[in-house]
């Protein structure tokens, strides 16, 4: 009985579950990390065009995406930041599915999202440092991340 009822539990709170079929959960991984380079934009009160190209740029590399592909999904991600009230939705699925240095290199992302208009706002760094958390990124995998975008931004 109690094993039935755990496995039910598991089932309901785990929304991205593996009977979940592989092209759809590729696309909730490509838009949960799409959202979070999104509110690294969104962090300041105008969307620096800079900024815009970074998260298009980001999104063509690590995923593989084309034009069109990746337009839709900085748009699809940009309704969906807006109404979202926390990250604990996206980090989750993506901490249920990336590995280790595939977080790091998202976080990486998002501190190349913040540095591409050569200044990082403190709302940039704050959404930075409460996503890396959510990820459990380490604090040294954090800096590391943050100094290799920095050094790329030439800043």
């Not at 995406?65 to 699809?76: F, I, N, S, T, Y």
């Not at 940009?78 to 599915?97: C, G, M, V």
Request: hydrophobic share 50%.
């Amino acid at each position: 009985m109690l094993s039935s009822l755990k496995a039910f539990f598991d089932s309901v709170a785990s929304p991205s579950s593996a009977a979940e079929p592989p092209q759809r959960q590729r696309h909730a991984l490509h838009l949960a990390a799409a959202v979070l380079l999104v509110e690294v934009m969104r962090a300041q009160p105008d969307i620096d065009p800079a900024e815009y190209q970074a998260v298009i740029a980001a999104l063509q590399r690590k995923f593989a995406l084309g034009d069109g592909e990746v337009a839709e999904l900085v748009e699809a991600a940009r309704a969906e930041a807006r109404k979202a009230n926390d990250f604990f939705h996206f980090t989750n699925r993506l901490n249920d599915h990336f590995t280790q240095p595939q977080k790091v290199a998202l976080v990486e992302a998002m501190w190349q999202v913040a540095y591409a208009d050569a200044h990082l706002d403190a709302g940039e760094n704050h959404v930075i440092s409460k996503v890396a958390g959510l990820l459990h990124v380490t604090h040294g995998e954090y800096i590391a991340a943050k100094l290799r975008a920095k050094e790329d931004a030439r800043l």
